[in-house]
C-alpha cells in the first residue's frame, strides 16, 4: 500500500508526462497545419521538444529512477514542464498570456516538495514580473493592469 505522499507524486508525474505530451502534439500539430498561428516559431517548437522530452523521460527514466529517487525524478520532471510553461507563456504574449493560468497551477504544485520551493518558485515569478514590467515600461495603465494577476500569485 503506497502512502499519501508517494500517491500525490504518482498522479502528478502523470499529469506531468500527459502534459508534455498534449504540449507537443499541440504544437507540433499547429506548425505542421498552420504555423502562422504560432506568434515566435523558435519558442514554440522549443516547448514542443521539451513537450515530447518530459513525455520520453516519463516513459524512459523516470520508471528506473522512481524506484530509489521517487521526489527527485518527479521534482526533475516538474522542473522540466515549468521552463515548458514559461516558454510557451513568453511565446503568447508574456504576462498576457492566456497560457499565464497553467503557471497557478505550477505553484500551488509546488507546495508538494516543500518549502525551499515554495520560496524558489515565488521567487523566479517575482523576477518574471519585475522583468516583464520593466522591459514593457513603468507606465501606470499596464501596472494597474497586472496588479491584481500578481496579487492572485
Known amino acids: 500500500m503506497l502512502d499519501q505522499r508517494t500517491r500525490?507524486?504518482?498522479?502528478?508525474?502523470?499529469?506531468?508526462?500527459?502534459?508534455g505530451a498534449l504540449i507537443a502534439v499541440t504544437?507540433?500539430?499547429?506548425?505542421?497545419?498552420k504555423p502562422s498561428l504560432l506568434p515566435d516559431t523558435s519558442i514554440s517548437l522549443?516547448?514542443?521538444i521539451l513537450g515530447a522530452l518530459a513525455a520520453v523521460?516519463?516513459?524512459?527514466?523516470?520508471?528506473?529512477?522512481?524506484?530509489?529517487?521517487?521526489a527527485l525524478s518527479t521534482m526533475i520532471l516538474s522542473i522540466v514542464i515549468a521552463v515548458n510553461l514559461l516558454l510557451i507563456i513568453t511565446s503568447t504574449g508574456g504576462l498576457?498570456?492566456?497560457f499565464y493560468s497553467f503557471w497557478l497551477l505550477a505553484i500551488v504544485i509546488t507546495g508538494i516538495f516543500g518549502t525551499v520551493e515554495i520560496i524558489t518558485i515565488a521567487g523566479l515569478t517575482i523576477v518574471y514580473y519585475a522583468f516583464q514590467l520593466i522591459l514593457q515600461g513603468l507606465h501606470a495603465?499596464?501596472?494597474?493592469?497586472?496588479?491584481?494577476?500578481f496579487g492572485i500569485t
Open 57 to 70: 523521460y516519463f516513459v524512459t527514466i523516470h520508471q528506473v529512477l522512481k524506484a530509489r529517487h521517487f
Open 8 to 19: 500525490s507524486l504518482t498522479i502528478l508525474a502523470r499529469i506531468l508526462a500527459v502534459t
Open 141 to 149: 495603465p499596464y501596472i494597474n493592469d497586472h496588479l491584481i494577476q
Open 96 to 98: 498576457d498570456s492566456p
Open 27 to 33: 504544437v507540433f500539430g499547429m506548425y505542421g497545419f
Open 46 to 48: 522549443t516547448a514542443a
